[in-house]
């Protein structure tokens, strides 16, 4: 159907909708039912079985199934039965970790969908962009993206940018009249808006016309393929450590098995003695717990209201160095409040907090009625005509729909019994002349109940001034002389000083040739000003005192005066002086060397646009810095896509910053940023803990075989033994050392560099000396139970299966500290804890369970035998704390 052709009533009936109302529940349930949910079709994920199977698309283990094989025919069907059901119990675990890390990315998408506002049930409300239906009614402005195919309804300064569609560089206006003709070309429908582009200017209200696949969107790409997996700089390095780990493994084991056999053992038995020993050493698990371990810290960052986007912001976000940050709502509430009114050269205050609309007025400390103030109650009501903000009670809360700023200017008419409906009864708004930040003013054109029209103006006090030629002074008009100037921007610095938002207000008599257009706010008569102040968030000042101790430096980047980012930042302890802080006029003058150079020294950026901002990305990456910066703003996003981590606000922020972003405050708090970056410290200091526990275990399975083979001794373990360990040691002790907590000291330590290799900071040499020493006293334990018993080699090698095993999962603690394993409490990972447990649970079982016993060749162990077990295994871990400790001491 050719919405384009219809009037708003002709479309209203088409689709059996409401403009004044919206859909109902009931539906929007039977229209979903024919449409289906507002999505582009997708490449569907590989099916359950097919991930399954996939476990087992490997080299070693076709290696290994045909070792088994071999052992089969010979005869050995227990080992192979006990191999085959190894490789299955891995293969489970694989799929196990796989589908959660895929699950908890959906989760991050569904989280991270864009968002539209709906009218339902007569109610504006937030809803995914995916529960839309045909009929809705839509409202956006400047900075959303159109969620579905809508016919405009109305259309307020409205352009729209639908390169995406047309290839159309240049914005659209956009318009709400019926347009002629059939076969109109896409790039030609004025008004119509497409789903998935984007508004720059503006707002406007359409019905839904089309959703999903029936968009003109959907008609472009029949289907939406989603881009393969993205890998973060850690995984590919860990992938490309992981070929180099496995060419080492490889030729180890070929030593292994090349001297087994030199010393006179079978070449069956150790062709299944290398295979088992290589399935062993290899990390393959490594790529998939990494990607567990983000997954999982990702998940906790949702839970501290940090949603990410992007993964490779978690290892980024232990690199940063700045933080550029918003000021309102992100380091203060984002609760405007008017606490002073002035006009004429009256000062008055307000008492309340927030949106709740209960406070009183005193001038001089003495209370008054507005009622009985003339220009008082002016100020007031001009301040709730001019104006879309509304204020809501909700869940005993009172919350703005609409500008913070606006909000306070509705809250502060309603403590003087001012209410926009009794309003609306006595004044007709007939033409408006909507906010924009070039102008930094709004309008309102106005006829009262006798006839007589006029311009109410509220904006920037100094735009204002400009405007305006005549002044309210002791409620009588005159001219807007320089000494009523003086005492004006006397009373703005006095309320900036207190870090107190300003908005004037002014208004203008219309005769009949004055009242078309932006003439009308020429010559108006300034009443005065309302001074409102966000105050900052309680954990904010914490949040940078621990963000300075970790190294990084807070920079706060507002629109505002410097004035009154001055105020706040003197608060958080952001800036200690004024050197400290630069305007965006002496921004704008200077070279990009001089920025980069005042950059180092200066902590608050005031009165800038957002377009400054990506110049102060790029004058702080030039200087070497790692930079997050935060924005909400369409303006916002090439500064958030340049910075380092862009990070965008979840309840502000518009759909186009949410996508330039890595991360999403969904919370839109600065405290949540100083989390995520613990958080994201942490992550990575957990993958390097288990790179370090897997690396080190590995290397002592190797080394014991390799000793025992060197000193001409039998083997220490046999095959089935060998995968038995890898099995219980390496996947829930490494996947529990993701879950473990952030070190005390995380937030103390300067940030790592982002070219810091894996090995760093002595992480190899602890790999080495550990797995070392863990296979050392393996071999230890078996010699000297081996010369006890002589005659009993499976007495000795299952207490080198014993000693190995406890070594490992005793060496796991080890790594939870940088230091010792005295340097953190054993039992504040209670995961680690349970998965240790069940791991030396399992170890005992196939020790002492008769129907075990022959299949992984062990027989039951004398307590003499476990006190060399234990003494030997603790040994690598406590030797070492013993030596840090000394080393403290001295």
Same mark, same amino acid.
């Given at each position: 159907?050719?919405?384009?052709?219809?009037?708003?009533?002709?479309?209203?009936? #088409?689709? #059996?909708?409401?403009?004044?109302?919206?859909?109902?529940?009931?539906?929007?349930?039977?229209?979903?039912?024919?449409?289906?949910?507002?999505?582009?079709?997708?490449?569907?994920?590989?099916?359950?079985?097919?991930?399954?199977?996939?476990?087992?698309?490997?080299?070693?283990?076709? /290696?290994? /199934?045909?070792?088994?094989?071999?052992?089969?025919?010979?005869?050995?069907?227990?080992?192979?039965?006990?191999?085959?059901?190894? &490789?299955?119990?891995?293969?489970?675990?694989?799929?196990?970790?796989?589908?959660?890390?895929?699950?908890?990315?959906?989760?991050?998408?569904?989280?991270?969908?864009?968002?539209?506002?709906?009218?339902?049930?007569? +109610?504006?409300?937030?809803?995914?962009?995916?529960?839309?239906?045909?009929?809705?009614?839509?409202?956006?402005?400047?900075?959303?993206?159109?969620?579905?195919?809508?016919?405009?309804?109305?259309?307020?300064?409205?352009?729209?940018?639908?390169?995406?569609? *047309?290839?159309?560089?240049?914005?659209?206006?956009?318009?709400?009249?019926?347009?002629?003709?059939?076969?109109?070309?896409?790039?030609?429908?004025? !008004?119509?808006?497409?789903?998935? $582009?984007?508004? *720059?200017?503006? !707002?406007?209200?359409?019905?839904?016309? %089309?959703?999903?696949?029936? *968009?003109?969107?959907?008609?472009?790409?029949?289907?939406?393929?989603?881009?393969?997996?993205?890998? $973060?700089?850690?995984?590919?390095?860990?992938?490309?450590?992981?070929?180099?780990?496995?060419?080492?493994?490889?030729?180890?084991?070929?030593?292994? =098995?090349?001297?087994?056999?030199?010393?006179?053992? +079978?070449?069956?038995?150790?062709?299944? %003695?290398?295979?088992?020993?290589?399935?062993?050493? &290899?990390?393959?698990?490594?790529?998939?717990?990494?990607?567990?371990?983000?997954?999982?810290?990702?998940?906790?960052?949702?839970?501290?209201?940090?949603?990410?986007?992007?993964?490779?912001?978690?290892?980024?976000?232990?690199?940063? @160095?700045?933080?550029?940050?918003?000021?309102?709502?992100?380091?203060?509430?984002?609760?405007?409040?008017? $606490?002073?009114?002035?006009?004429?050269?009256?000062?008055?205050?307000?008492?309340?907090?927030?949106?709740?609309?209960?406070?009183?007025?005193?001038?001089?400390?003495?209370?008054? #009625?507005?009622?009985?103030?003339?220009?008082?109650?002016?100020?007031?009501?001009?301040?709730?005509?001019?104006?879309?903000?509304?204020?809501?009670?909700?869940?005993?809360?009172?919350?703005?729909?609409?500008?913070?700023?606006?909000?306070?200017?509705?809250?502060?008419?309603?403590?003087?019994?001012?209410?926009?409906?009794?309003?609306?009864?006595?004044?007709?708004?007939?033409?408006?002349?909507?906010?924009?930040?070039?102008?930094?003013?709004?309008?309102?054109?106005?006829?009262?109940?006798?006839?007589?029209?006029?311009?109410?103006?509220?904006?920037?006090?100094?735009?204002?001034?400009?405007?305006?030629?005549?002044?309210?002074?002791?409620?009588?008009?005159?001219?807007?002389?320089?000494?009523?100037?003086?005492?004006?921007?006397?009373?703005?610095?006095?309320?900036?000083?207190?870090?107190?938002?300003?908005?004037?207000?002014?208004?203008?008599?219309?005769?009949?040739?004055?009242?078309?257009?932006?003439?009308?706010?020429?010559?108006?008569?300034?009443?005065?000003?309302?001074?409102?102040?966000?105050?900052?968030?309680?954990?904010?000042?914490?949040?940078?005192?621990?963000?300075?101790?970790?190294?990084?430096?807070?920079?706060?980047?507002?629109?505002?005066?410097?004035?009154?980012?001055?105020?706040?930042?003197?608060?958080?302890?952001?800036?200690?002086?004024?050197?400290?802080?630069?305007?965006?006029?002496?921004?704008?003058?200077?070279?990009?060397?001089?920025?980069?150079?005042?950059?180092?020294?200066?902590?608050?950026?005031?009165?800038?646009?957002?377009?400054?901002?990506?110049?102060?990305?790029?004058?702080?990456?030039?200087?070497?810095?790692?930079?997050?910066? @935060?924005?909400?703003?369409?303006?916002?996003?090439?500064?958030?896509?340049?910075?380092?981590?862009?990070?965008?606000?979840?309840?502000?922020?518009?759909?186009?910053?949410?996508?330039?972003?890595?991360?999403?405050?969904?919370?839109?708090?600065? %405290?949540?940023?100083?989390?995520? /970056?613990?958080?994201?410290?942490?992550?990575?200091?957990? &993958?390097?803990?288990?790179?370090?526990?897997?690396?080190?275990?590995?290397?002592?399975?190797?080394?014991?075989?390799?000793?025992?083979?060197?000193?001409?001794?039998?083997?220490?373990?046999?095959?089935?033994?060998?995968?038995?360990?890898?099995?219980?040691?390496?996947?829930?002790?490494?996947?529990?050392?993701?879950?473990?907590?952030?070190?005390?000291?995380?937030?103390?330590?300067?940030?790592?560099?982002?070219?810091?290799?894996?090995?760093?900071?002595?992480?190899?040499?602890?790999?080495?000396?550990?797995?070392?020493?863990?296979?050392?006293? $393996?071999?230890?334990?078996?010699?000297?139970?081996?010369?006890?018993?002589?005659?009993?080699?499976?007495?000795?090698?299952?207490?080198?299966?014993?000693?190995? =095993?406890?070594?490992?999962?005793?060496? /796991?603690?080890?790594?939870?500290?940088?230091?010792?394993?005295?340097?953190?409490?054993?039992?504040?990972?209670?995961?680690?804890?349970?998965?240790?447990?069940?791991?030396?649970?399992?170890?005992?079982?196939?020790?002492?369970?008769?129907?075990?016993?022959?299949?992984?060749?062990? =027989?039951?162990?004398?307590?003499?035998?476990?006190?060399?077990?234990?003494?030997?295994?603790?040994?690598?871990?406590?030797?070492?704390?013993?030596?840090?400790?000394?080393?403290?001491?001295?």
């Amino acid at each position: 159907m050719n919405f384009h052709q219809l009037k708003h009533e002709e479309v209203e009936s #088409q689709l #059996q909708t409401s403009v004044q109302r919206g859909l109902t529940e009931e539906e929007v349930v039977k229209r979903r039912k024919h449409s289906g949910f507002n999505e582009l079709q997708e490449a569907k994920l590989p099916s359950a079985w097919l991930v399954f199977f996939q476990q087992f698309n490997d080299f070693m283990v076709f /290696v290994l /199934v045909a070792a088994t094989v071999i052992s089969a025919i010979m005869g050995e069907y227990i080992d192979s039965i006990a191999i085959l059901a190894i &490789i299955f119990i891995n293969g489970v675990l694989g799929f196990l970790q796989e589908r959660k890390a895929e699950k908890s990315l959906q989760a991050l998408k569904e989280l991270s969908a864009p968002q539209a506002l709906v009218l339902r049930n007569n +109610e504006w409300r937030k809803i995914p962009s995916k529960d839309i239906v045909p009929g809705d009614i839509l409202k956006f402005s400047a900075g959303d993206r159109i969620g579905a195919d809508v016919r405009l309804l109305e259309a307020v300064n409205l352009e729209i940018e639908e390169s995406s569609m *047309t290839g159309e560089s240049v914005p659209v206006e956009k318009h709400a009249s019926p347009m002629k003709g059939e076969a109109v070309a896409l790039a030609d429908l004025k !008004n119509m808006a497409f789903m998935g $582009t984007l508004i *720059t200017r503006g !707002n406007g209200i359409g019905v839904v016309t %089309a959703v999903g696949m029936k *968009t003109a969107m959907g008609n472009i790409a029949t289907m939406l393929q989603q881009a393969g997996k993205t890998e $973060t700089p850690l995984q590919r390095r860990l992938e490309q450590l992981g070929k180099y780990l496995i060419v080492a493994a490889l030729l180890l084991t070929m030593l292994v =098995v090349i001297l087994g056999v030199w010393q006179g053992h +079978e070449l069956y038995t150790m062709l299944l %003695a290398g295979v088992s020993l290589a399935v062993a050493a &290899i990390p393959e698990g490594l790529p998939a717990i990494v990607t567990v371990a983000l997954s999982l810290g990702v998940q906790r960052m949702i839970k501290q209201k940090a949603i990410v986007r992007k993964l490779s912001a978690v290892e980024t976000l232990g690199c940063t @160095t700045i933080i550029c940050s918003d000021k309102t709502g992100t380091m203060t509430q984002n609760q405007m409040t008017v $606490t002073d009114v002035w006009s004429g050269g009256k000062h008055w205050l307000v008492s309340g907090k927030g949106y709740e609309p209960q406070g009183k007025f005193f001038e001089d400390q003495r209370e008054v #009625q507005p009622s009985s103030e003339k220009s008082l109650y002016q100020l007031l009501t001009f301040g709730l005509l001019c104006n879309h903000a509304e204020i809501k009670e909700k869940e005993k809360e009172y919350v703005v729909q609409g500008d913070p700023t606006e909000g306070a200017l509705v809250t502060a008419a309603l403590k003087a019994g001012l209410h926009r409906e009794n309003l609306f009864a006595q004044f007709v708004i007939e033409e408006e002349i909507p906010f924009d930040s070039t102008r930094k003013m709004m309008t309102v054109v106005v006829k009262d109940t006798k006839g007589q029209r006029f311009a109410v103006t509220k904006g920037a006090p100094d735009v204002l001034m400009r405007h305006s030629h005549y002044i309210l002074w002791d409620e009588q008009k005159q001219l807007f002389t320089k000494d009523y100037r003086d005492q004006t921007e006397a009373m703005m610095a006095s309320l900036a000083s207190r870090a107190l938002r300003m908005i004037a207000i002014a208004y203008k008599p219309l005769s009949s040739l004055n009242n078309k257009g932006k003439t009308v706010e020429d010559g108006l008569t300034l009443i005065g000003l309302q001074g409102m102040i966000d105050p900052p968030r309680k954990e904010v000042k914490q949040a940078i005192a621990e963000c300075k101790q970790a190294g990084i430096k807070t920079v706060m980047i507002t629109g505002d005066h410097a004035q009154t980012a001055a105020a706040i930042a003197y608060d958080l302890g952001i800036a200690k002086d004024a050197s400290k802080i630069l305007d965006g006029q002496a921004l704008s003058q200077m070279t990009d060397v001089e920025l980069a150079n005042a950059a180092e020294k200066t902590t608050v950026y005031a009165r800038v646009s957002p377009e400054d901002k990506l110049k102060i990305v790029k004058a702080l990456q030039k200087n070497g810095h790692l930079v997050a910066m @935060t924005g909400d703003g369409v303006n916002d996003a090439p500064a958030i896509k340049a910075a380092d981590i862009g990070i965008s606000m979840g309840i502000t922020g518009t759909d186009v910053a949410k996508e330039a972003s890595s991360l999403v405050l969904a919370d839109d708090h600065f %405290a949540t940023i100083k989390a995520a /970056v613990e958080e994201g410290r942490s992550i990575y200091e957990n &993958i390097r803990k288990f790179i370090r526990y897997l690396l080190a275990s590995n290397v002592g399975e190797i080394l014991v075989m390799l000793f025992a083979m060197i000193l001409a001794l039998p083997l220490p373990l046999v095959p089935i033994q060998i995968l038995w360990v890898n099995l219980v040691t390496d996947g829930l002790p490494a996947l529990a050392l993701g879950l473990d907590r952030p070190e005390e000291n995380v937030m103390k330590r300067p940030p790592r560099h982002p070219k810091e290799g894996v090995f760093a900071r002595g992480l190899g040499w602890k790999i080495i000396s550990r797995g070392f020493l863990i296979g050392a006293v $393996t071999l230890i334990a078996f010699m000297i139970t081996l010369k006890e018993h002589p005659d009993h080699l499976a007495y000795a090698q299952t207490v080198a299966f014993a000693t190995l =095993v406890t070594a490992q999962l005793i060496h /796991v603690f080890d790594c939870r500290s940088e230091y010792s394993i005295l340097a953190r409490n054993p039992f504040g990972n209670v995961h680690l804890i349970a998965a240790v447990l069940s791991s030396f649970l399992l170890m005992v079982a196939v020790i002492y369970v008769p129907s075990l016993q022959p299949i992984f060749h062990t =027989v039951p162990l004398e307590m003499r035998a476990w006190l060399l077990v234990v003494g030997m295994s603790a040994i690598p871990t406590f030797l070492l704390a013993g030596s840090f400790f000394a080393r403290k001491s001295r």
